[in-house]
């Protein structure tokens, strides 16, 4: 398929991947709850947890560290008492993956040091914003931390800013990157008001709001799912959106340039299934190739984007997997991720956890504990388990992946070869009367979460 966005791969340092393995303490709900997971405060833990309330009060947002401290919550619709989902993914454009180090290396910097970088892309930074960065130190050290940036410059092509940052160890080399991952918050309502997503972003230790919108109008109140991904090859995630009752209808919003996310508009728009379902969707998103970026090889196809992962809500345990990247967005393939006799409807979750190229897709059948785990490539079933829930419980579980960004890595394309990433499968009840704690299946090298036998019991 021909391609017009296509990347050029350049030489990249690797970046460490931070993780705390901390086991984490009670959400303190005792109802169900929608998950995401990823780095969305400056400073905090290497991910946060973000939970939305399930339906029967009013809608919070609650946001944990690793360790299961309550760090914020917030009532994203005010009366709304539907539920509430959420979602965590780059989408303000007020961060960026790459960015370039231009101050010569081999010099120690001292605190408060002005050190200058150059993106890639303009992202819309401004003066006195606070952004997360890793900066490749001396001997393969790294440097994680909160910058401020003091001055910014902007130019058709690229985009200087000038941040004051702590003493860190002396920088490897002009030319060298670091990378922003500080991830921005999106949350949509379940059923029974207007279907709306908001976006928030934490500033410092400020969350504000950005944006708010009703991607299906002001008449459609059967409640939005939502999952973000880079599904047009852009450096920035996109919000997509699918309806949660009354159809397969699904939209992929960006942000609008220079807004700072106060702007979205709808990219892409197709139906997962036929007109005549309208049981509604679920939602993930992944890189499902295998196949490294090779231009200088003949090969002219750019694989570095994430493809939509859509599973029926209702019915039949169905999964298909969109190309999103240009429109008219087509289907790659679909197949049953259970008996397609079976008539309970799924949830979906993506990422990479074995450290193999080519994401993993986690479905679980409503109604039971059970969830299977699919070749994203392939679509061929590589095991499944159980969830040790209490024998009592045979309801909807709530999966999600931890987001752990779009790093670099050592064959120096623009999504790295995933050789040093692998991501952790996070589960709650999604409804159900008992204090929530999430259960961690571990990913390890070359074996899914889920699969390996590494699990944080609560």
């Known amino acids: 398929m021909p391609n017009d966005r296509s990347r050029k791969p350049s030489t990249r340092l690797g970046v460490e991947v931070l993780e705390d393995r901390t086991v984490p303490t009670t959400f303190g709900a005792n109802r169900g709850l929608s998950l995401a997971v990823g780095d969305v405060i400056p400073g905090g833990t290497a991910y946060e947890y973000v939970t939305g309330s399930g339906p029967g009060r009013q809608g919070l947002v609650q946001v944990f560290d690793a360790n299961g401290n309550l760090k914020q919550q917030f009532v994203p619709f005010p009366g709304h008492t539907g539920g509430v989902n959420v979602a965590v993914g780059e ?13 010569p290396g081999g010099a120690t910097y001292a605190a408060n040091g002005l050190t200058t970088l150059k993106t890639y892309f303009p992202h819309g930074f401004s003066v006195g914003q606070t952004v997360r960065i890793n900066i ?27 941040f004051i940052r702590p003493a860190m160890a002396p920088a490897t080399a002009a030319g060298g990157t670091a990378s922003v991952y500080q991830k921005d918050i999106i949350v949509s309502t379940g059923t029974g008001s207007t279907g709306r997503v908001a976006v928030y972003e934490y500033i ?7 944006s708010t919108f009703a991607p299906f109008g002001p008449n459609y109140k059967g409640g939005i799912q939502i999952t973000t991904g880079d599904v047009t090859g852009d450096f920035h995630k996109e919000i997509i959106v699918g309806r949660q009752t009354g ?3 699904v939209k992929v919003y960006g942000v609008v340039p220079g807004t700072g996310g106060s702007g ?12 005549a379902y309208t049981g509604g969707v679920t939602l993930a998103a992944t890189n499902i190739d295998a196949t490294t970026n090779d231009p200088l090889g003949g090969d002219p196809y750019d694989y570095n984007y994430a493809e939509i992962v859509v599973g029926r809500a209702q019915g039949a345990p169905q ?7 240009q429109a008219p967005v087509f289907a790659r393939a679909r197949y049953f991720a259970f008996n397609q006799n079976i008539r309970n409807g799924i949830n979906v979750a993506a990422g990479d956890t074995d450290g193999i190229r080519g994401g993993d897709i986690y479905v679980s059948l409503k109604n039971s504990t059970n969830v299977t785990v699919i070749s994203g490539q392939t679509g061929v079933p590589v095991g499944s388990f159980s969830v040790p829930y209490a024998a009592t419980y045979g309801r909807n579980l709530d999966i999600a992946i931890n987001d752990l960004g779009d790093r670099p890595g050592p064959d120096g394309n623009d999504f790295g070869s995933y050789a040093s990433l692998v991501s952790d499968l996070f589960v709650v009840a999604s409804d159900g009367p008992f204090t929530q704690v999430p259960i961690i299946f571990r990913g390890r090298f070359s074996s899914p979460a889920g699969l390996n036998g590494s699990r944080s019991a609560p």
């Open 136 to 162: 490749p130190g001396a001997a393969g050290a790294f440097y994680n931390g909160d910058f401020t940036i003091t001055k910014v410059n902007s130019t058709t092509s690229f985009e200087y800013f000038n």
């Open 247 to 249: 159809g397969s209808n």
């Open 264 to 275: 979205y508009v709808a990219l892409r728009a197709f139906l997962a299934f036929a007109p």
């Open 204 to 210: 410092g230790n400020q969350l504000r709001l950005k």
């Open 91 to 103: 989408v303000t454009g007020n961060a960026t993956s790459r960015v370039e180090l231009l101050n």
């Open 319 to 325: 999964l298909a997997i969109f190309d999103a990247q």
